[in-house]
């Protein structure tokens, strides 16, 4: 049995053993590697954090899957170097790991992979994770609507975003006490990032000002819907600041 997949975690387990969680094509994929933590261990490269990497598995009865062979394909440790890229990391990491369950990860699998090459060439790294956070919330059932009006179904006149219900609301509906308008290029953002393709990561970016109130709005929604506490939000935004 291989994957290709992307190391999200791994977690020491007894002297030099661990426990490692990828993100593949298929969902998260959870395993043994025994020895790995010794730094002469021949699959250790292969299991850096957020390398790209190939591996081959052997099977036990009962005791699941358990590393056999690992290959590295891409390391991205240069990203290590700069706090704002690491913190945008393992804001994605963090979004992956507790955002979705195992199987609808599969959804930003290709999200991911694009997200680090994306972060890798200095594309702008809020813009990145703002998809990438907008990706996660649609693969875990909670995307917003953006193709019509949440309540009417109307394609026209869209004047605001409705986290509470759930997406775009039409001026027949708006209801002033509890939505407020919202200007057409923050309703254009919102349906771009609900609707970008995985190959479109570095299409398009948006200005410090936008993604950080998008970012705001997107923890709090997934707090609210998931229980999220997002410690890599407030890692990048002091990483941002400095």
Do not use: W
């Not at 891409?74 to 913190?87: G, P, T, V």
């Not at 060439?121 to 693969?139: E, H, M, P």
């Amino acid at each position: 049995m291989e994957f290709e997949g992307i190391v999200l975690r791994v977690t020491p387990f007894k002297e030099k053993d661990a426990m490692v969680n990828v993100l593949t094509a298929t969902g998260v994929l959870s395993f043994m590697a025994r020895g790995v933590l010794s730094i002469e261990n021949k699959n250790a490269a292969s299991l850096t954090q957020y390398a790209f990497s190939r591996f081959e598995f052997s099977e036990g009865k009962g005791t699941g899957l358990s590393l056999k062979n690992g290959t590295l394909i891409k390391s991205y440790e240069e990203s290590f170097k700069s706090l704002d890229r690491l913190a945008a990391l393992s804001l994605l990491g963090e979004l992956t790991l507790h955002g979705v369950g195992e199987d609808e990860a599969s959804a930003i699998y290709p999200y991911f992979k694009n997200a680090l090459e994306a972060i890798e060439s200095g594309f702008d790294l809020l813009t990145t994770v703002i998809v990438f956070f907008a990706q996660v919330l649609k693969a875990a059932g909670y995307g917003l609507e953006v193709g019509h009006c949440v309540f009417c179904d109307s394609t026209k006149d869209i004047v605001a975003v409705s986290y509470p219900d759930g997406g775009f609301v039409c001026k027949n509906d708006l209801d002033e006490e509890t939505m407020h308008p919202a200007d057409a290029r923050y309703l254009k953002i919102i349906r771009y990032l609900f609707m970008v393709g995985p190959e479109d990561v570095k299409r398009v970016a948006f200005t410090k000002e936008e993604c950080l109130g998008i970012l705001n709005e997107f923890k709090e929604y997934a707090s609210d819907q998931l229980g999220l506490s997002l410690k890599g939000h407030e890692l990048l935004l002091r990483s941002i600041k400095k």
